[in-house]
């Protein structure tokens, strides 16, 4: 019983995510994010025919 539960769990966590990520070559959903420079807002439109970059992270 000690084991089933954390692969109970373990398993919970794994198919949680299943099937809720976009396919290659769907699009992306638009968004409206805060320029770094500017501070001006930019939307996924402005953007429409440029490579896009998103770099997320964490500090800590």
Sequence with gaps: MK????MLFI???V???C???RRVGEQAPH???PSLY???M???ADLRGHPIL???FSPG
């Design 42 to 44: 930019i939307s996924s």
């Design 19 to 21: 099937g809720s990520g």
């Design 3 to 6: 084991r089933v539960i954390p």
């Design 38 to 40: 500017t501070g001006e």
């Design 31 to 33: 968004f409206t994010l």
């Design 11 to 13: 398993l919970l966590l």
């Design 54 to 56: 998103l770099m997320f």
């Design 15 to 17: 198919l949680s995510g």
